[in-house]
């Protein structure tokens, strides 16, 4: 028996209400990814070193390495637990409910526009290998062109965006889904940064949030399940607890708390954190032009 520690808050209603089945989807040495078989949705169990996200349940465990959970296994909830097959049980006893909250955007940009700067320097210096910003250390001629579309592709983006040239910012958003290397591709992750901006109240691409979910509406087919989930949560603002943490220390932070939070972004896969990082820079830029033009 494992003990849950903390989880989504509707992840946690499911299993509490004994109303969660599904099969393992994939499965790597910190996470598990399982599929709802009602709706087809992913949702992830995490060690505990993982933060807390959309859909995600983290328990006491260090790794699955020794578990032997393979593709397929059933899951499902019965009495207050998670069973994955006969091979793991996991219980909510004491389990803390999280939820999703962005902060609201500040009226006062003071703080906003020195972080930013400070992120800025501090990504130039510090960020992982990301083919967006052409850092990227493939040597190929396939790596050299796809670094060329990625960084092309979401300059064009933001300018259209700023532009509010709605429907040629979607096709260029479009062409980023699937585009780059990793599990989740380095475009995907620019966009998951980029819909977590668009998400905040009261700042001035707010309005036109729904572009997220046109977005999306186009995603499913062009990128993986996992990478297509982050992508769809993000579109409606649910992201992940350093995500957000990093935008507070953004927007009412001081520089150690800003760095702090930054660096636990930047910790996100190998160049994941980078790309995520440089897509909310792009939203926040985007938020002041528009904001400068109103």
Known sequence: MRLA???????????????FHGVVHSTFNRTVNIQCLDHGDLYTVGCKEIDNAPNTLIIDLDCFEKVDIVVNDIVSSDHSNLS???KMSIAMDGVMEWKCELPIYPTDRYVLNNNLSKMKDYIDIHGKNSAINRGFKGCSPYDSEMSRMLHEHTLLLVSELQNNELSNAMKHATSLIGLGPGLTPAGDDFLVGLFTVFNIGNSPCFSNKSFCEEVVSKAKNLTNDISYTALEKAAVGKVRETIIDLMNALFRGNEDELIMSLRKVLDIGSSSGTDIALGIMAGLETNMTIGGKV
């Open 84 to 86: 994955i097959a006969n």
């Open 5 to 19: 520690k903390s989880g989504d808050d509707d992840f946690i209603q499911r299993i509490i209400q004994h109303n």
